[in-house]
């Protein structure tokens, strides 16, 4: 990625922040965000570890230890973008998620991948005539995880499939290209979590 891809990245990705030197800092409760020591070395972490841009990969810096989680990822901007989990092992310079053996995602073509394989391909209509929409700027995947199966939901709506063959200790794991940018949401959702799920919480927190 050139340097005029980089500052236009990060022109994107801080765009409508002002920084004012009179509003006092409030700390975030929530320790958990993207981490800066698991993302490919094109990709850009802004927002508190909560917004990434760039290329490549970025992973949470809490695995999915509860026995049911759940985030969502906000697309504040369109381009070619992958949500889900992957194991500390997968390939953070992947621009796509699912490509590996250690990451399981549903992309912006609307497939569920793993591995390399299409897994299951979604159909999302507007509900008015039936036709296809796709997921656009400003919607919201959820995603749940109960270590037997992970899934997707658009906008509150549950994909009507689910991914069983998770294996090893996952992370959110959010890739990105093209100009796109994803916001992880950690708590404050904007659709309530399926029942018994909740977010994500650090391992001391459930001793």
């Known amino acids: 990625m050139s340097t005029v891809s980089v500052f236009c990245c990060l022109r994107g990705c801080l765009d409508g922040f002002k920084f004012n030197s009179t509003v ?7 320790p958990i965000q993207l981490d800066t020591a698991f993302m490919g070395y094109e990709v850009v972490i802004v927002k508190g570890g909560q917004r990434v841009c760039g290329a490549g990969a970025a992973l949470g810096n809490a695995p999915l230890v509860q026995s049911k989680s759940y985030f969502e990822v906000k697309v504040q901007q369109g381009g070619s973008w992958s949500i889900g989990l992957a194991t500390r092992q997968t390939d953070l310079s992947l621009t796509k998620g699912g490509m590996d053996e250690f990451s399981w995602c549903l992309c912006s073509d609307h497939i569920i991948r793993h591995n390399k394989q299409e897994l299951y391909k979604i159909n999302i209509s507007n509900g008015a005539s039936g036709e296809i929409a796709g997921i656009q700027e400003g919607d919201v995947v959820g995603v749940s995880f109960d270590h037997i199966q992970l899934k997707f939901y658009v906008n509150g709506t549950e ?13 959110p794991a959010l890739y990105v290209d093209d100009g796109a940018i994803l916001d992880i949401i950690l708590d404050n ?19």
Do not use: A, C, W
């Not at 994909?159 to 992370?171: A, L, P, Q, S």
């Open 189 to 207: 959702f904007n659709y309530s979590p399926p029942s018994g799920f909740e977010k994500i919480m650090l391992e001391q927190s459930l001793l």
């Open 24 to 30: 006092p800092h409030i700390p975030r409760e929530n």
């Open 159 to 171: 994909i009507d499939f689910g991914v069983t063959n998770v294996k090893g200790t996952v992370y």
